[in-house]
Nanobody
Framework: QVQLVESGGGLVQTGGSLRLSCAAS????????MGWYRQAPGKQRELVAQ???????NYADSVKGRFTISRDNAKNTVYLQMNSLKPEDTAVYYC?????????WGQGTQVTVSS
């Protein structure tokens, strides 16, 4: 069983920054591939960024150059640094991991970017 708890969301103006955190339970966090996803009202949930156990990253085209995913294995935490935020980044952001065929999601944190 893995528990994921996101934090760091909020209201920010266009061009602003936020850092999201996702704290994970489990003694083998360093082996998890972690992902940040988001879901805007009326839209499907989409992958924003992902980081492997070895630190390899990939990003959605819409956030490349603005968002950075990172991890601190000593703290069992993955981060999403979001810069140059746009109104279209408004969504609920979730972290996710898949471990031994089980799909784990956090409860989500709301990010709202005002124009």
């Amino acid at each position: 069983q893995v528990q994921l708890v996101e934090s760091g969301g909020g209201l920010v103006q266009t061009g602003g920054s936020l850092r999201l955190s996702c704290a994970a339970s489990g003694s083998i966090f360093s082996l998890y591939t972690m992902g940040w996803y988001r879901q805007a009202p009326g839209k499907q949930r989409e992958l924003v960024a992902q980081i492997s156990s070895g630190g390899s990253t990939n990003y959605a085209d819409s956030v490349k150059g603005r968002f950075t995913i990172s991890r601190d294995n000593a703290k069992n935490t993955v981060y999403l640094q979001m810069n140059s935020l746009k109104p279209e980044d408004t969504a609920v952001y979730y972290c996710r991991t898949v471990l031994i065929g089980y799909d784990y999601w956090g409860q989500g944190t709301q990010v709202t970017v005002s124009s």
